[in-house]
């Protein structure tokens, strides 16, 4: 269970296009986990000082410069979002805060830590099923011993799936945590502090499936942990009991 006392803060960057239906959506996800979110998108101010954890959200297609990959011609790209976002990264770690990615922000997480993407994902992992859906249609197999599977379980986990880009090489300090059946990379976690989780999907439609709620409140753990200066994994792994 959450604990008790102040909501913890937690900044959510969106897309311009599509910001004004998703941040609704991880607002309440966040509120039923014991937070508070905070809009924020390239073109407005933002005040990391103001927070105490971050949610890199889902949208636009991350641009190849960022990486040295190479551009497809069905990409979706925001140069200002990238700038924002990749800045958001990199300076939450630098002051010790938890960041949840989710879809492009799983992506952007692993690049800012100096990764790279798949760019054409299904066309690299032909065996992957391609399901493009909110609905949870797609099988995803966590890896037994990560985060993640102490957070969600183990056992093969339905999720929806709009992504058309992947995570490729690993950015620094960062491990797999789940996968398709293709073996596409659906989730990565930082192995150290600060706490860090990338989904591949969408959790906040999911706001009904308990194991989709634990990654909000793991969140949410952290950042209420990082607020009282205490460890932020083993604050994780005591919401996950």
Known sequence: MTRSGPRPVIGVTVSRRSGWRIYPLIAL???????????????RGIDMGTVDGVIIGGGDDISPDLYGGRLVTSAR??????????????????????????????????VALG?????????????????????????????AGTRLARLAGDAPMKVNALHSQAVDGLGEGLRVAAHD?????Q????????????????????????????????LVAAARARGAEAAQLAGVDAEAG
Not at 29 to 43: D, E, I, S, T, Y
Not at 181 to 185: A, I, L
């Open 77 to 110: 790209l925001d140069p200002d979002r990238d700038a924002l976002e990749r800045g958001v990264v990199l300076d939450a770690f630098a002051r010790g805060m938890p960041v949840l990615g989710i879809c492009r922000g799983s992506q952007m997480l692993n």
């Open 187 to 218: 989730a990565i976690e930082r192995v150290e502090e600060p706490f860090a989780l990338g989904v591949q999907w969408h959790p906040e439609h999911l706001f009904y499936a308990r194991r989709q709620m634990g990654i909000f409140r793991a």
């Open 29 to 43: 996800n966040l509120w039923l986990a014991g937070g508070c979110a905070r809009r924020w998108q390239a073109g």
């Open 115 to 143: 990764g790279t993407l798949h760019q054409d994902a299904y066309a690299t992992y032909a065996a992957s099923d391609h399901r493009r859906t909110v609905l949870p249609r797609k099988e995803v197999r966590i890896v």
């Open 181 to 185: 059946r293709g073996g596409m990379v």
